[in-house]
């Protein structure tokens, strides 16, 4: 979650009263816990002609580092330097917690390179108030001022002169300004944006901004925007349509826009995909103008990986694609393919097959023959919750836990076990005492044999596993007595086995 909420906490006491407390927050992914702090490191040769070339890179070593620190909850400090042949470049700053309104951060930085010498300042701004939102953004340079990117850009290479490449240089000046308002009347909201850009080449732009969406019938969604590059009089555009979900994971969209280039017509729809197997999604769009945009997608998520399909038409041009992701893993004594693995994963040891599993509640498969499964979308040194749903366990399994947490290592995995046992000898047992009547609640017993103690309930009543045919549980009470009970269990398949009026001794 990120941006303005409030939190609610309430509280019951034993007599069912209520108590609530709102309070308001604000959440940014720029601010670090107190104590806590991220880093990143990176080393290699600087890609160049990305998208048009595929084996060309500058010649030249570089090496980028950057880390943050959250010195309390409200202030992270943060440093970056990058760096190699020819180019010395490094910066620091801060971002400052506003309390529940928003966040604010400043930064510098300073660069070296061939003799010349620059330097950046950076500051921005973003809050919310009464559900009005507003960002703003300062960016000069001074100077030279260089990075890893712009002097490692390419030239332009006589054999790529079709193509066009802008400055890769930082802007000179860089202003932006976003104001969002929610109208009061209305479930309506309107955004405007201003951007001033002045490149490192001295060309500038100055572009408005208007934008309007409205939740109308059935959570469909209009929306219209349009902007004006008020330093280019042929530099505009316009943009309306409506977006309709029709369920089952499937949005409608059709829209139309109006450029220099003529007016456009487009057309979308999309199935999303989610991620338990099986699932399916797909997506068709055509956009009617100038140039015919056509394409065709689909895609389907298995047990070992997942596919997909392309097809795009773009005037008299087309093109097909087809790729497979999937994973192949090692763990918990088994060999796991799945699907494509980005950061840490879990393999879940349930006990029993066709267990549900869901990872942070949303459905990802069923356990196999063996009880297992592999969880391949787990955040690595976060904590991830993943959990089994029992329905389709018979009512005689034993389910110790339902749910775990897991913290894996970067690309690293955990192995979950959960248990369950579909025959685990066990039994609903009453106990009563010599007079008939039940064993106080908080009475402990042990069976003979067994490390393993269990605790009587209400109505004398507690589960007892690892059972025999022949038992004995010696009890001790609640007053500090203890006495002993023998009971016979025989299991019935499929049925949650009671043992009524044990008697202790």
Not at 6 to 25: E, I
Not at 285 to 298: C, K, L, P, Q, V
């Amino acid at each position: 979650m990120t941006g303005a909420g409030t939190a609610s906490v309430v509280v019951s006491d034993a007599l069912g009263r209520q108590t609530a407390t709102t309070l308001p927050f604000y959440a940014s992914n720029q601010l670090l816990r107190e104590g806590l702090y991220d880093f990143s490191g990176e080393m290699g040769f600087a890609r160049r002609f990305y998208g048009v070339e595929s084996d060309n890179y500058d010649a030249r070593p570089m090496a980028s580092m950057s880390g943050r620190y959250g010195l309390s909850d409200w202030l992270t400090l943060e440093s970056h330097f990058e760096g190699g042949d020819g180019l010395l470049n490094g910066g620091a700053g801060a971002t400052f917690g506003l309390g529940p309104i928003g966040v604010a951060s400043f930064a510098l930085a300073g660069s070296q390179a061939g003799g010349r010498t620059g330097g950046l300042l950076n500051a921005s701004l973003e809050m919310t108030y009464w559900g009005v939102s507003l960002y703003a953004r300062t960016q000069r340079t001074i100077g030279d001022y260089e990075d890893i990117a712009s002097i490692t850009a390419p030239i332009l290479d006589p054999k790529f002169k079709e193509f066009s490449y802008l400055s890769a240089r930082v802007p000179k000046r860089l202003d932006q300004v976003s104001l969002g308002i929610p109208l009061p009347f209305d479930r309506s909201s309107v955004n405007l944006s201003y951007t001033q850009l002045e490149s490192a080449v001295g060309d500038r732009n100055r572009i408005v901004g208007l934008s309007y969406s409205r939740t109308i019938l059935n959570n469909s969604t209009i929306f219209a925007s349009a902007f004006k590059d008020l330093d280019d009089k042929s530099s505009f555009g316009v943009f309306a349509g409506i977006s309709i979900p029709l369920g089952n994971d499937v949005t409608v969209t059709a829209a139309s826009q109006h450029t220099p280039n003529g007016p456009v017509g487009v057309v979308d729809a999309v199935k999303s995909e989610r991620l338990e197997e099986g699932s399916y999604g797909w997506r068709i769009r055509d956009a009617e103008g100038r140039t015919t945009e056509r394409s065709a997608a689909a895609s389907y998520r298995s047990s070992v990986g997942r596919a997909e399909a392309t097809v795009q038409q773009y005037g008299s041009s087309t093109r097909g694609t087809a790729q497979f992701d999937g994973s192949i893993a090692f763990a918990g004594g088994g060999v796991f393919f799945g699907n494509r693995i980005d950061d840490a994963f879990a393999v879940v040891n349930a006990g029993a097959p066709n267990v549900a599993v869901q990872y942070e509640n949303r459905p990802v498969g069923v356990t196999d023959s063996r009880g297992l499964l592999l969880v391949p979308y787990l955040n690595s040194y976060q904590k991830n919750k993943i959990s089994i749903d029992a329905k389709n366990l018979p009512v005689d399994a034993d389910i110790p836990t339902t749910k775990e947490i897991a913290v894996p290592a970067d690309r690293g995995g955990v192995v979950l076990k959960f248990g369950i046992s579909e025959a685990p000898q066990a039994a609903l047992v009453t106990f009563v005492d010599v007079s008939n009547k039940p064993l106080k609640v908080g009475a402990e017993g042990r069976l003979d044999g067994s490390e393993d103690s269990f605790v009587v309930g209400y109505d004398g009543q507690a589960y007892v596993h690892g059972l025999g045919a022949k038992n004995t549980a010696v009890m001790s009470l609640p007053d500090g007595n203890s006495c002993r009970a023998e009971f016979d269990y025989t299991p019935e398949a499929g049925k949650q086995v009671t043992i009524e009026n044990v008697v202790c001794r």
